[in-house]
C-alpha cells in the first residue's frame, strides 16, 4: 500500500505551442471524478454503457473549437503543428478514447488526405465544412482481405463520361454523421500500387436507392464509436471526386499513414496515463486484508505500479520522437510512424494487463473513478487494429531494412530538437512526407550516445553498459538483415524479417530514451535529467530483446517509484510532458 505522501514542489510546465489550449481544455473538462461532472467519468461511462458518445462532452469539444484543431491554418483552422494536436487532444483519450476518434481522429485522418492531394477547391470545401463543425469520414477498412486496405472490393469504373461506385465497406467511424466522405477504391485490375483511387463524396448529394449507410451492433472495444457501414450499388458519382490523379490512391494513403499512425499512437498513451493513475488510487485506499480485493502483496504492487511507469516513459519517448520527426525529419517518418504504432499493442495493451493485478476484483468495476479502468482496458487494444494495425507496420518497415541497414553506422545522427517535448517547431507540411528515404538518423544517434557516455556512478555504469548492448544489438541486425536475400514482389517475405524488424522497434525505442534523456535539461524536469528513468526503460527494452541485460542498481527503480507517487500526489501527468492535471 502506498504510504502517505511528502512531494517536493514540482517543475515548471514546458512551454509549448499548444500547451496554452492543452490545460485550457483540461480546465473546461474538470476534475473527471468529481460528483456531478457532466463530462466526468460518471457521465462517460454512462453514455459507453448506452454504446453512445457523450453529447455534453461533444458539445465541450465545439465550444472549445475542437473541430480547428484539424484545419490547416491556411485554410482557417488552427493546425500547424503535429505535436501541438498531440498536446491538445491528449485530455480527451486521457478520459475517452472512443470519443477521441469518434469525434476527432477519424475526421483528422479523412482530412489529411484531402489536405496532402486535393485540389484547392477540395481543400476549401472540405476546411468549410469542418469549420463549420462538420465531420468527415475515411473508409479504408477492408474486412473481407484482413483489413488488406489495396485489396479493396469497393471499384469505381468510368461509364457515360462519370464514375460509377459498386461495393460496401463495413466499418467506417461516423459514415452516418459525417458530411464529406474519403473513400479508398480499386480502379484499375492491374496488380501494383496504381490501382487504387482515392475519392472525395458529399454523402448527402448521392442519390438514396444507390448509396446507403447503416449502423453496426456495438463492440466491445471503443462502444461509443459510431461504426456505421456504407453499400454503394452502381452509384454515380462527379468526375471531379478523384483525389489527385487516378491510381494515386496508394501512395497518398501510405503517407497519410505516416501523420495518422503517429499521433493516434502517441494520443492513446495519455488512456494508460489513467489507467497508472486509478491503479495507484486503488493501492492508496486498498492495503493487504482489505477485503482480499487485491491479490498483490506491497513490494509486488510497488513493482507493477513502478514498471508500468518506465513501460509508458520509454513508449512515450519514441511517439514523441516520431510525431517530432514529422517536422523535422519528415523523410524518415514512414518508419518511425510504423515503429511506434507496432509497439502499441506489445507495450500499452501489456501495460494495462499488467495494472490489473493491482486492481483485483475491482477491475469489474464498472462506475467511478475506478471504473474507467475497464473502459481503457477494452479500448486501447482496439486502437492497434486496422489497416494500420501490427502486421501493416511491419510491412511498412521490412522493404527498407536493407537500406536502412547499410547506413545505420555511417548516418548523421539527429539534433536535439528532435529529443526536446514541446521545444519549438517549423510549421508542419505535408508535402515534405515521402515513402521511404533509407536514412534513419534515430539509430545514428543511439552510436553516438553510447560512445559518450559518462560512468562515474553505478547508474551510470549500467546505463553506459546497456547502452552498449544496442549497439551490439544494431551492429547484429545489420549483419543479419543483410544475410537474408532481398525482398520484392517475386518473393515470399520469410517469418525471419518479421522478428528482425520486431527487434528494430525495440531498438529504435531505446535510442529515443537515450535521446531524450540526453538532452533533457534540469531547469525544467529534473526528472527527466536524472539517468534512473532512462537506465530502467533500457532494461525493460533488453528483457523484451530476451538480451542478457546489465544488472539494474536498486536506486533506479526506487527512483521511478518515487515519481509515480509524486506525480500522484501532485496530479501530474505520467508522460513526458508532466502536465499539471485538475482535481
Given amino acids: 500500500m502506498v ?41 462517460l461511462l454512462s453514455a459507453d454503457r448506452r454504446a453512445a458518445l457523450s453529447a455534453d462532452a461533444e458539445d465541450l469539444l465545439d465550444d472549445f473549437g475542437m473541430h480547428l484543431e484539424y484545419v490547416p491554418r491556411a485554410l482557417g483552422g488552427r493546425f500547424t503543428c503535429a505535436e501541438t494536436l498531440l498536446r491538445v487532444m491528449r485530455p480527451v483519450f486521457r478520459r475517452d478514447v472512443s470519443l477521441g476518434m469518434g469525434y476527432g481522429m477519424s475526421t483528422f485522418m479523412a482530412a489529411s488526405d484531402v489536405w496532402m492531394a486535393g485540389s484547392r477547391r477540395q481543400r476549401d470545401w472540405l476546411a468549410r465544412l469542418l469549420i463549420g463543425r462538420s465531420k468527415a469520414a475515411i473508409a479504408q477498412h477492408e474486412t473481407a482481405h484482413t483489413n488488406d486496405f489495396v485489396r479493396s472490393q469497393v471499384r469505381a469504373v468510368h461509364a457515360d463520361g462519370r464514375l460509377r461506385v459498386t461495393g460496401a465497406k463495413t466499418i467506417v467511424n461516423n459514415a452516418r454523421r459525417a458530411d464529406a466522405l474519403v473513400l479508398f477504391c480499386r480502379t484499375d485490375d492491374r496488380v501494383g500500387s496504381g490501382s487504387h483511387s482515392a475519392l472525395l463524396l458529399d454523402p448527402r448529394t448521392l442519390p438514396a436507392d444507390r448509396y446507403r449507410a447503416g449502423s453496426r451492433r456495438p463492440s466491445v472495444g471503443l462502444r461509443g464509436a459510431h461504426l456505421d457501414s456504407i453499400d454503394f450499388d452502381d452509384c454515380p458519382l462527379p468526375e471531379d471526386a478523384l483525389l489527385g490523379p487516378a491510381g494515386s490512391g496508394v501512395p497518398t494513403a501510405l503517407r497519410s499513414f505516416q501523420v495518422s499512425r503517429t499521433l493516434t499512437a502517441a494520443m492513446v498513451a495519455a488512456a494508460v496515463d489513467t489507467s497508472l493513475r486509478t491503479a495507484v488510487l486503488v493501492d492508496r485506499i486498498q492495503g493487504p486484508g482489505d477485503g482480499g480485493l487485491s491479490p498483490m502483496d506491497p513490494e509486488a504492487t510497488a513493482a507493477t505500479l513502478a514498471n508500468s511507469f518506465v513501460n509508458l516513459l520509454f513508449y512515450d519517448c519514441l ?52 471504473g474507467v479502468f475497464q473502459k481503457h482496458i477494452r479500448d486501447v487494444p482496439v486502437i492497434s487494429l486496422g489497416h494500420a494495425g501490427t502486421v501493416a507496420c511491419q510491412a511498412t518497415i521490412i522493404p527498407q531494412l536493407p537500406s536502412l541497414a547499410r547506413g545505420w553506422f555511417s548516418g548523421e545522427p539527429a539534433g536535439p530538437g528532435l529529443f526536446r517535448p514541446a521545444a519549438p517547431l517549423p510549421p508542419f507540411d505535408y508535402t515534405a512526407l515521402v515513402l521511404a528515404s533509407g536514412r534513419d538518423s534515430l539509430s545514428a544517434t543511439l552510436i553516438e550516445t553510447a560512445a559518450a557516455l559518462p560512468a562515474r556512478n553505478p547508474v551510470e555504469r549500467a546505463l553506459r553498459a546497456l547502452a552498449g548492448q ?114
Fill in 470 to 583: 544496442f549497439v551490439d544489438e544494431l551492429d547484429d541486425l545489420r549483419a543479419r538483415i543483410l544475410a537474408l536475400p532481398p525482398v520484392n514482389e517475386h518473393t515470399p517475405v520469410r517469418p525471419a524479417w518479421f522478428a528482425l524488424t520486431d527487434r528494430y522497434v525495440l531498438v529504435l525505442a531505446a535510442a529515443a530514451v537515450l535521446g531524450v534523456w540526453r538532452h533533457s535539461r534540469d531547469d525544467l524536469d529534473p526528472f527527466l535529467a536524472d539517468p534512473a528513468w532512462a537506465t530502467a526503460a533500457l532494461h525493460r527494452i533488453a528483457r523484451r530483446l530476451g538480451a542478457p541485460a546489465a544488472d539494474l542498481p536498486p536506486e533506479c527503480m526506487a527512483r521511478v517509484h518515487q515519481e509515480v507517487l509524486a506525480r500522484f500526489g501532485d496530479r501530474r501527468s505520467y508522460d513526458l510532458y508532466n502536465t499539471p492535471l485538475p482535481g
Fill in 319 to 370: 511517439a514523441v520522437v516520431a510525431t517530432r520527426a514529422l517536422h523535422l525529419y519528415p523523410a524518415e517518418t514512414s518508419v518511425y510512424s510504423a515503429a511506434v504504432k507496432a509497439l502499441l499493442p506489445r507495450v500499452l495493451s501489456e501495460t494495462m494487463y499488467d495494472l490489473a493485478t493491482v486492481l483485483g476484483s475491482q477491475i469489474y468495476t464498472r462506475a467511478g473513478t475506478i
Fill in 3 to 43: 504510504n502517505a505522501l511528502t512531494t517536493a514542489p514540482r517543475p515548471p510546465a514546458r512551454p509549448a505551442a499548444g500547451e496554452d489550449r492543452a490545460a485550457q481544455l483540461e480546465k473546461r473538462f474538470g476534475d473527471p471524478a468529481a460528483p456531478g461532472n457532466p463530462v466526468g467519468y460518471a457521465a
